[in-house]
T-cell receptor, first 115, second 113 residues
Framework: DAGVTQSPTHLIKTRGQHVTLRCSPISGHKSVSWYQQVLGQGPQFIFQYYEKEERGRGNFPDRFSARQFPNYSSELNVNALLLGDSALYLC??????????????FGQGTRLTVV | GNSVTQMEGPVTLSEEAFLTINCTYTATGYPSLFWYVQYPGEGLQLLLKATKADDKGSNKGFEATYRKETTSFHLEKGSVQVSDSAVYFCALRGVQGAQKLVFGQGTRLTINP
């Protein structure tokens, strides 16, 4: 079975541009979460979606948005990119329940560089 | 809010040495606790977990015990191998809904032959 797949694997953008990152969860998983991992730090929670609804949001500005599609894949969008947005963006999928207490499986991430 | 503190790295050991990576947490109630490992150029892999006090998680020779009284979840391995070289993250998931994981800053481990 395929694991969590993210695309693209690497991306270079210019300050002020917009970026869209994509994630396909493991088959049968209904929950997707997004994390930002700045170099040398632990991942920081951005969003969680379950059954196409936002179930959690971290402390990130409104420039960050996400959505989940009927097939449970997800997109993370970042507007007006800043140099500080350069990071590894990780997607995690889980079976998901309303209580959220199921194991998360991570993709390999998208490395975003803002220049 | 919830938080996780890991011992600062990097940590460098010789093969077959004993490993301890300290992890303490702050959270209300009884969170679930995890250790994740990240190999170069890869995402995170779950190494082990514990969901209630005094539980011991174990996998691939690694162990960690959920200590409520000391709010700790230290990672140990009796004899490390070169292939254990990676970055290790301690994390918790709070009791109140959502899939949000709170991570420590990570500890880079290098094992020399």
């Amino acid at each position: 079975d395929a694991g969590v797949t993210q695309s693209p694997t690497h991306l270079i953008k210019t300050r002020g541009q917009h970026v869209t990152l994509r994630c396909s969860p493991i088959s049968g998983h209904k929950s997707v979460s997004w994390y930002q991992q700045v170099l040398g730090q632990g991942p920081q929670f951005i969003f969680q979606y379950y059954e196409k609804e936002e179930r959690g949001r971290g402390n990130f500005p409104d420039r960050f948005s996400a959505r989940q599609f009927p097939n449970y894949s997800s997109e993370l969008n970042v507007n007006a990119l800043l140099l500080g947005d350069s990071a590894l963006y990780l997607c995690a999928s889980s079976l998901g329940t309303p209580k959220g207490n199921t194991e998360a499986f991570f993709g390999q991430g998208t490395r975003l560089t803002v220049v | 809010g919830n938080s996780v503190t890991q011992m600062e790295g990097p940590v460098t050991l010789s093969e077959e040495a004993f490993l301890t990576i300290n992890c303490t947490y702050t959270a209300t109630g009884y969170p679930s606790l995890f250790w994740y490992v990240q190999y170069p150029g890869e995402g995170l892999q779950l190494l082990l977990k514990a969901t209630k006090a005094d539980d011991k998680g174990s996998n691939k020779g690694f162990e960690a015990t959920y200590r409520k009284e000391t709010t700790s979840f230290h990672l140990e391995k009796g004899s490390v191998q070169v292939s254990d070289s990676a970055v290790y993250f301690c994390a918790l998931r709070g009791v109140q809904g959502a899939q949000k994981l709170v991570f420590g800053q990570g500890t880079r481990l290098t094992i020399n032959p």
